[in-house]
């Protein structure tokens, strides 16, 4: 079954401490993307990535930092979080360098303290 | 840059149609999609509309696409109490579509 995993799908945190989101798909998808989901303004681009070793920024990429270091898996990583990162994340996958059908996990919410 | 608008939320009863709005910005988006999501999930595609086209129609969901304008609508014929969800707008305003655009959403809400 064609799957976008994300883990944990609920977390709660507190100021400033390192966590990352692992996102997974198993559909040899070269593009992949997060997402932060907010009431009101929709989906905003954090970061994306065309291939292995190739990421780029989305809308909203300060404070987040992201790797692809093979093809299926692509983590969302927070630093030092904030409570203005408190959001639901998607990740997203596609099968031709983003254009066409985008494929979301079932959402990451995360809460900071 | 590009935005895309919504209005945020839709009622209707059970077996009527629903009609949802979507302003862009981008005119040289070459698809425009529409992105269904139910509570607690991801989002799933529900229909696009290629932006050379002015009409989809694909069982009970009718896409109308207005290039002039930059309006594009969703109608959902008989609409169930399956059909609540928030539906997004989305366009693709370039050729590599890494960076698709999403409106806000509009949460539809269908009453018996």
């Known amino acids: 079954e064609a799957q976008v995993t994300q883990n944990p799908r609920y977390l709660i945190t507190v100021t400033g401490k390192k966590l990352t989101v692992t996102c997974s798909q198993n559909?040899?998808?070269?593009?992949m993307s997060w997402y932060r989901q907010d009431p009101g303004l929709g989906l905003r681009q954090i970061y994306y990535?065309?291939?292995?070793?190739?990421?780029d920024k989305g809308d909203v990429p300060e404070g987040y930092k992201v790797s692809r270091k093979e093809k299926r898996n692509f983590p969302l990583i927070l630093e030092s979080p904030s409570p203005n990162q408190t959001s639901l994340y998607f990740c997203?996958?596609?099968?031709?360098?983003?254009?066409?059908?985008?494929?979301f996990g079932e959402g990451s919410r995360l809460t900071v303290l | 840059g590009e935005d895309v608008e919504q209005s945020l939320f839709l009622s209707v009863r059970e077996g009527d149609s629903s009609v949802i709005n979507c302003t862009y910005t981008?005119?040289?988006?070459?698809?425009l999609y529409w992105y269904k999501q139910e509570p607690g999930a991801g989002l799933q595609l529900l229909t696009y509309?290629?932006?050379?086209?002015d009409m989809k129609q694909d069982q009970r969901l009718t896409v109308l696409l207005n290039k002039k304008d930059k309006h594009l609508s969703l109608r959902i014929a008989d609409t169930q109490t399956g059909d609540s969800a928030i539906y997004f707008c989305?366009?693709?305003?370039?050729?590599?579509?890494?960076?698709?655009?999403f409106g806000p959403g509009t949460r539809l809400s269908v009453l018996p």
């Open positions: 559909m040899n998808h070269e593009y």
């Open positions: 997203a996958t596609s099968r031709r360098g983003g254009a066409g059908e985008l494929f």
């Open positions: 989305a366009e693709e305003p370039d050729n590599y579509g890494q960076n698709f655009v």
């Open positions: 981008d005119s040289s988006s070459t698809y």
């Open positions: 990535s065309m291939n292995v070793e190739v990421t």
């Open positions: 509309i290629f932006s050379n086209m």
